[in-house]
T-cell receptor, first 113, second 113 residues
Framework: NAGVTQTPKFQVLKTGQSMTLQCAQD?????MSWYRQDPGMGLRLIHY???????DQGEVPNGYNVSRSTTEDFPLRLLSAAPSQTSVYFC????????????FGPGTRLTVL | GENVEQHPSTLSVQEGDSAVIKCTYS??????FPWYKQELGKGPQLIID?????GEKKDQRIAVTLNKTAKHFSLHITETQPEDSAVYFC????????????FGKGTHLIIQP
């Protein structure tokens, strides 16, 4: 199993550009989530999904969209990038819910100029 | 919503000594308290977790204690080794409604040889 994979590893955007961060898992996990990690702030939940076709907002959802058309994939879309979205983004998955072990991907480091 | 405070932000100990990291949480409905270890350039990885019906849990050199009355939980690492150097995050489930985990801001543990 590859586990949780994320692409790209690094990305530089200009303010106003859009992009999609990709996340995929091959463990047949129902629960997937996106976090952002900023220095001194820990990890903050952006969006999560409890299964295909179901998504919901976390603590910091503004400026981000998600969809879950398959069990395996959970892309995160930045519609109009802002410098405040400069961060490291982690995707995570778990078997069924937030009380199961979360398996994290390697992260995407995003810089918005 | 849930608020998790973690202390200290940096902890330096001599190899072989013990390390203790403490967290407090605000939502009395929270029931699940995991600890994650993050090595440089990688995603966090679960090292131990505890649920509210248990006061203490051990796994070799690692132990976690939970005091639900005081709403705090702690990570104890004994006989520290160089490979224990990393950033450690505590987390709590959101308890009374919203799905997801709330993370502390992290502790950078440094093991001095």
């Amino acid at each position: 199993n590859a586990g949780v994979t994320q692409t790209p590893k690094f990305q530089v955007l200009k303010t106003g550009q859009s992009m999609t961060l990709q996340c995929a898992q091959d463990m047949n996990h129902e629960y997937m989530s996106w976090y952002r990690q900023d220095p001194g702030m820990g990890l903050r939940l952006i969006h999560y999904s409890v299964g295909a076709g179901i998504t919901d907002q976390g603590e910091v959802p503004n400026g981000y969209n998600v969809s879950r058309s398959t069990t395996e994939d959970f892309p995160l879309r930045l519609l109009s990038a802002a410098p405040s979205q400069t961060s490291v983004y982690f995707c995570a998955s778990s078997y069924s819910n937030r009380w199961d072990e979360q398996f994290f991907g390697p992260g995407t480091r995003l810089t918005v100029l | 919503g849930e608020n998790v405070e973690q202390h200290p932000s940096t902890l330096s100990v001599q190899e072989g000594d013990s390390a203790v990291i403490k967290c407090t949480y605000s939502d009395s409905a929270s029931n699940y308290f995991p600890w994650y270890k993050q090595e440089l350039g990688k995603g966090p990885q679960l090292i131990i977790d505890i649920r509210s019906n248990v006061g203490e849990k051990k796994d070799q050199r690692i132990a976690v204690t939970l005091n639900k009355t005081a709403k705090h939980f702690s990570l104890h690492i004994t006989e520290t080794q160089p490979e224990d150097s990393a950033v450690y995050f505590c987390a709590a489930d959101s308890g009374g409604g919203a799905d997801g985990l709330t993370f502390g801001k992290g502790t950078h543990l440094i093991i001095q040889p």
